[in-house]
């Protein structure tokens, strides 16, 4: 493992959880999901933060969970969709390890994330240009965020990795 952490990073339904266990796994390496962390240090699920607390206090506690991966070593860091959203998180990620941005087509993405309640943001998603728009909004802050950019489109899991240890 060239890089002390491997940050990754894009949009819901691009398969970061999936990728992320796989590449610890090859990497014989540690890894984190920060979504699970918040969840397991909330001790609720996602949805329920947005519902009480709204999404700026998720987005706080978010930063304050990234900021403690951060100092992880040999960790693989699969990061909520929202995380590119805060420059003080983008600053993070740079200087901490190398961040991988994994992209999908919206029409992908949607089917990926259909029938998933858990997801608050996409809880009244119905079609393709829902996703369409919301990854319009995000891009910049993708594309800013990603040292490495690997597309997941009719990919499997184990062929993104390889991508990803190629290139990282
Ligand atoms: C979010 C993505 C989710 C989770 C939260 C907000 C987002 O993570 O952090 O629902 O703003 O894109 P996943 O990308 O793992 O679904």
Known sequence: MKQDKIYLVGFMGTGKTTVGKLLAKRLGCDLVDV???IVSKQQMPISKIFEEFGEECFRNIETQTLVEVSKKSRTVVSCGGGI???????EILRQTGVCVLLTAQPQTILE???NDTSRP???NVSGVEQIENMLEKREAYY???????????????EEIVSEILDLS
Not at 84 to 90: R, S
Not at 143 to 155: F, H, L, M, P, W
Request: proline share 3%.
């Open 112 to 114: 990926r994330v259909s």
């Open 84 to 90: 590119v959203l805060k420059p003080e998180n983008i």
């Open 35 to 37: 979504d699970e962390e």
């Open 121 to 123: 943001l996409l809880s």
């Open 143 to 157: 594309r800013n965020a990603a040292e490495i950019t690997v597309q997941t489109d009719g990919k499997q899991a």
